[in-house]
């Protein structure tokens, strides 16, 4: 008689493995700090951050990326608030920062605030979701659940 061993499901990876151990720890830590949570949330919560990040490196590839269609709708890979967060307080600790964007997008990612009636109307979000999902990496739904929120008005500074 002859067993077959299934292979095992091999489930989503952690996003946490992006970085090194390293650049991760500086990144979180200095979250929980300046958002005042959990160390438990703020690994959580950069290790969303850092998805997004590969999410936007590799749409980058797509023709759509960036792209502002007639209807509104965009093309480009945005946050939810919860994740704006971490990236806010992960663009002002800036070594560790432009390390994890070099070890993910070969980068820096810069930060270009964007609000268009593709975050309004739920499009750019459902980009993202698939974007994230392209990656392969785990997507923590409480971080994702969300709409896409601008972080700045409209035209700032014109």
Not at 128 to 136: D, E, I, S, V, Y
Not at 137 to 153: L, T, V
Request: charged share 20%.
């Amino acid at each position: 008689m002859t067993l077959a061993t299934a292979l095992p499901v091999q489930a989503d990876k952690d996003p946490q493995t992006l970085v090194d151990p390293e650049t991760f720890d500086k990144l979180a830590l200095h979250f929980a700090a300046a958002q005042e949570v959990t160390k438990t949330y703020a690994r959580r919560a950069v290790g969303q951050m850092l998805l997004m990040l590969k999410a936007h490196a590799e749409s980058q590839h797509d023709p759509d990326f960036g792209r502002l269609l007639p209807d509104g709708r965009s093309y480009r890979v945005v946050p939810t608030e919860p994740v704006d967060a971490a990236w806010h307080v992960s663009l002002q600790h800036t070594e560790p920062y432009h390390a994890a964007c070099e070890q993910i997008a070969g980068g820096f990612v810069h930060h270009m605030p964007i609000l268009t009636e593709g975050m309004a109307d739920g499009s750019s979000m459902e980009y993202t979701r698939q974007a994230l999902k392209a990656t392969g990496y785990y997507i923590d739904p409480e971080f994702w659940a969300g709409e896409a929120k601008s972080c700045c008005p409209p035209n700032p500074g014109v």
